[in-house]
């Protein structure tokens, strides 16, 4: 079984910056078998997909509201996934929650949020003077 654990959110002021991480633990062989995609959801919005990078060839992929401003990347070594997140905005507010499938970013560039099985318990970020 697949466990994911976000930290790095909180309230930092429009422009900053944040790292989020999303940690695995649990019986994995190994979280580069697995694709992990950010997902936000803002009050009174549906979720949105934000990055995902694949398993084994680690493609990226972007929103084009983030392209620029996130960078996602993972440590094979901590079983760990990383969004760097710069110069944001209050639109970027939000909670934002890492997901995981096997290998390729297939939900995720489908948009099929609900057939993620591996979900972490979400991080708020909130983005605010």
């Known amino acids: 079984q697949l466990q994911l654990v976000e930290s790095g959110g909180g309230l930092v002021q429009p422009g900053g910056s944040l790292r989020l991480s999303c940690a695995a633990s649990?019986?994995?062989?190994?979280?580069?078998?697995?694709?992990v995609a950010w997902i936000r959801q803002a009050p009174g919005k549906e979720r949105e997909g934000v990055s995902c990078i694949s398993g084994s060839d680690k493609t990226t992929y972007y929103a084009d509201s983030v392209k620029g401003r996130f960078t996602i990347s993972r440590d094979s070594a901590k079983n760990t996934v990383y969004l760097q997140m710069n110069t944001l905005g209050p639109e970027d507010t939000a909670v934002y929650y890492c997901?995981?499938?096997?290998?390729?970013?297939?939900?995720?560039?489908?948009?099929?949020?609900?057939?993620?099985?591996?979900w972490g318990q979400g991080t708020q970020v909130t983005v605010s003077s």
């Open positions: 997901a995981a499938e096997i290998l390729t970013c297939t939900y995720y560039n489908g948009g099929y949020y609900r057939e993620y099985e591996y």
């Open positions: 649990g019986f994995i062989l190994d979280l580069d078998y697995y694709a």
